[in-house]
């Protein structure tokens, strides 16, 4: 690594320290005014971004780069609005830094409680998508975080222009402009540059594919909140209604196919296997889902395509599906320990013991009963934003909203107390 | 590193995981009886755990360690003793597993809660003390998580005969004994091997020196809860209540020195410093603390010892203080910003407002008002226990008790919601 390059990358680092400092001071009217004064500057310089991003997708063309990823980086008019909508919307949202969430008193009289302040420096790492950069420079800001944002080299013109307005807002109203910055070098040095500095950054939260992840844990001294894939299962149980069911399974594997909390793995109860599945597959069979089912499957639709190991622990993020039968409650949760992802799975049925012992035992995520798995989502679970989604346990699990963008300090009210 | 002990490793954490999913299910009733059957195995079986340790004490003295490593190494009929009351508190502390912490009702009919599960399975690598065997084991069977035990070579047949009589008492009440497991290789190789495990271990959490810590922290990719150290300050305010300052002071200097929560740098307002210093400074005199001061300080108390940059970021943990004189509030929080360890910081002082700045702005993870720095700890802010303290923000801040072993699943109630 050059040296110029860890130098550069430890001022940013430094720099952000330092405005964290007074972010966690801020007041929530002085935050949400900057975040309005954003969704300005992003209005009136709309056609200036949209320029940059033009270069970026040119040369995105030019390198060859897939079409999903073109896709993925093209920005157009429609989106501009949507990211203006979207940080007048985290203005709006709750300030969680300064709650006291729980306080109690001492034998001794000392009130100890809990009180939420912001994690500090979190480096974001992410590829193509420029939304992300006002997603995460959104939510940084409102929670008091300062935040390094490292996206793909392919994105830098529509990231870096993003970064400079944002500056320049955050500026415009006494918010320290270091809060918001963008690595602008695309030397892939740079990464490795940022993941050494443990004592400047408190969190990294690499977002893409599942390459780019491995990659940060492995390198990273500083924590790291990741999500891998979502292998998600609906169990359709033997006391199910299944008409819900089906309205369900379709709805969990073909409104949106591909998206983490998607279901890629279809389990059927034996007990009702031979009514549901020819039913289901029908419907699935209108919408274009590829069907790969267990032995069990195939008897009962014959000449479908077989299902094998990789496929219970693929996330296909397609129209495609994993079908298994299952012997009852025990053998479905199983399945969903040996193959799945931890992220989310819905369990179907009508039987309040059967629905409280797969809420008991499932530890994934996100465990529903008689609801879709896209429901699995900041958003939709009324967190009012997301900045990602854990399938590690620590910090954080799950959709992650402003919450977890905090953490909690100890504060102690006493008068005169010492330890005997 | 060998291919035995990876192997080696690799089935204990196996294992660990697979009981890991039995625990999470079992009922406080059950964990309860384990953990009084680990006191009755304790209790019968203490001859044979002291001749354990008598082999430990004989090579560490064989081998040349320091007087207080050896110390640290030995138990006595009184350790046990406590080990053996610990493991029945335990037992009468609440489980935090199961607890829904909240539950709140979407638009749409969905209800959604946040319920606390365990961790999964935890590492614990520390070095000498036999007792954190019997605290973490402890700790981690009563919130459900399964632990791997990894203690130094230097305490191994005290570990080994804790694990054997833990496993004994686990199985004898149902619950599977690999949910505790002490490594009982002593080849450091098998620490590179435990922290490669990201998919079986959840989390890591070393205990000990900051070699020792730092040196896990860059190796694992498994997510690690640290403390380095504890550089805890008292700033006396000008509005103090002097006779409370120097109770206050005097306590957290003095009465346990050799711990993280002892004061190591005591601030003191200009407006006060020729009234406290000189009383002050008498006090510890008679206690024997070697007091190192700033150029302000040297001039009121003409003779003494001058601080360094050095002295202002040591954790002396003995009876030494380093001791400054700041120009009001802002000079004090700015010292602790930048010479602090993030640990625990104290303010004494009548003001309602200081006191209350003083809350809001420094971040560390224990800040008190009026009280000692020594209550920060897992016992005195009233946990019930303590596996450790976090001076990194991610998962827990501070002292940690049971409920920092767990984390939080979504539940979803639904009715067959889908999403449009």
Redesign the interface.
């Known amino acids: 690594m050059t040296d110029r390059i860890q130098k550069q990358i430890e001022a940013m680092a430094k720099a952000a320290r330092k405005a964290s400092?007074i972010l966690?001071?801020l007041s929530t009217a002085n935050k949400n005014k900057a975040l309005l004064r954003m969704a300005e500057a992003l209005r009136d310089k709309s056609e200036r971004v949209l320029q940059e991003n033009v270069k970026d997708v040119g040369a995105a063309k030019k390198n060859g780069l897939s079409k999903a990823m073109v896709d993925r980086l093209t920005l157009t008019p429609q989106q501009i609005e949507a990211m203006i909508s979207s940080l007048r919307e985290v203005a709006t949202l709750p300030d969680p830094v300064?709650e006291i969430t729980r306080m109690?008193k001492?034998p001794n009289g000392?009130m100890?409680g809990r009180?939420r302040?912001?994690?500090?420096v979190i480096a974001i790492i992410y590829e193509s998508r420029p939304n992300v950069t006002v997603e995460a420079a959104s939510l940084c800001l409102k929670s008091g975080n300062a935040v390094l944002l490292r996206g793909g080299s392919e994105a830098i013109h529509s990231n870096r222009i993003l970064g400079s307005l944002f500056q320049e807002s955050c500026a415009a109203e006494g918010v320290p402009k270091e809060a918001i910055q963008v690595v602008s070098t695309t030397d892939r040095d740079a990464i490795d540059a940022l993941l050494k500095l443990?004592e400047e950054i408190?969190?990294v939260i690499p977002r893409g594919g599942e390459g780019l992840i491995r990659s940060v844990?492995?390198k990273s001294?500083i924590?790291?909140?990741k999500h891998y894939k979502g292998v998600c299962h609906v169990y359709v149980e033997a006391e199910a209604?299944l008409d819900?069911a089906e309205?369900?399974c379709?709805?969990?594997k073909v409104?949106?196919p591909g998206v983490c909390n998607a279901m890629e793995t279809l389990l059927v109860d034996k007990a009702i296997a031979k009514e549901f599945l020819p039913r289901m597959a029908k419907a699935y069979e209108k919408a274009g889902v590829e069907l790969r089912g267990c032995p069990e499957t195939v008897k009962i639709l014959p000449g479908m395509k077989k299902a094998t190991d990789e496929d219970y622990s693929a996330e296909y993020l397609d129209l495609i599906l994993a079908i298994r039968v299952v012997k009852g409650l025990d053998e479905a949760i199983d399945h969903i320990?040996t193959y799945g992802s931890m992220h989310t799975e819905s369990i179907v049925t009508q039987s309040y013991e059967k629905a409280q012992r797969f809420?008991?035992?499932v530890?994934?995520?996100?465990?529903?009963?008689?609801?879709?798995t896209?429901?699995?989502d900041g958003f939709?679970?009324?967190l009012g934003a997301e900045i990602g989604i854990s399938t590690?346990?620590?910090?954080?699990?799950?959709?992650m909203g402003l919450e977890e963008l905090t953490?909690?300090?100890?504060?102690?009210?006493?008068?005169?107390?010492?330890?005997e």
């Open positions: 400092q966690g001071s300064g109690w001492r000392l100890v009180q302040i912001p994690l500090g443990e408190d969190l844990v492995e001294r924590p790291v909140i209604n819900m309205k369900i379709f709805n969990a409104q949106r320990r809420l008991r035992e530890n994934s995520s996100t465990v529903l009963v008689n609801a879709s896209r429901f699995s939709q679970l009324g590690s346990k620590i910090h954080a699990f799950g959709p953490t909690q300090k100890f504060i102690v009210y006493g008068n005169g107390q010492i330890r």
